[in-house]
């Protein structure tokens, strides 16, 4: 059974920086394209960033800010996020696909295994 496993989140305030990290179990962890997507509030679930065995995508809002890393040896993708704004607030979820693809498909193409979620919640 797959596991997917969210952690980092938190209250932080704007141009604060926090970091994610996601592990996963139950598959093997180098073989899967890993992404990160987000759901604020009353709007629908939006992709933030992902990457396949090394290279990232990432969403124009947060491209610049947000960093994506993975390290097979611990099973594990992060998601650095630096400069966080209001808009930034949302459930952010990890969620792995087996097999590695071209970026430029990573944004839109189906994920099979998702996390439960970490909240992120910037105020002031």
């Known amino acids: 059974q797959v596991q997917v496993v969210e952690s980092g989140g938190g209250l932080v305030q704007p141009g604060d920086s926090l970091r994610l990290s996601c592990v996963v179990s139950?598959?093997?962890?180098?073989?899967?394209?890993m992404a990160w997507f987000r759901q604020a509030p009353g709007k629908e679930r939006e992709f933030v960033a992902a990457?396949?065995?090394?290279?990232?995508a990432y969403a124009n809002s947060v491209k610049g800010r947000f960093t994506i890393s993975r390290d097979n040896a611990k099973n594990s993708v992060f998601l650095e996020m630096n400069s966080l704004t209001f808009k930034d607030t949302a459930m952010y979820y990890c969620a792995a696909r087996e097999g590695h693809y071209p970026t430029d498909m990573l944004s839109y193409m189906p994920y099979d295994y998702w996390g439960q979620g970490t909240q992120v919640t910037v105020s002031s």
């Open positions: 139950g598959r093997r962890f180098d073989l899967q394209t």
């Open positions: 990457i396949n065995w090394s290279n990232p």
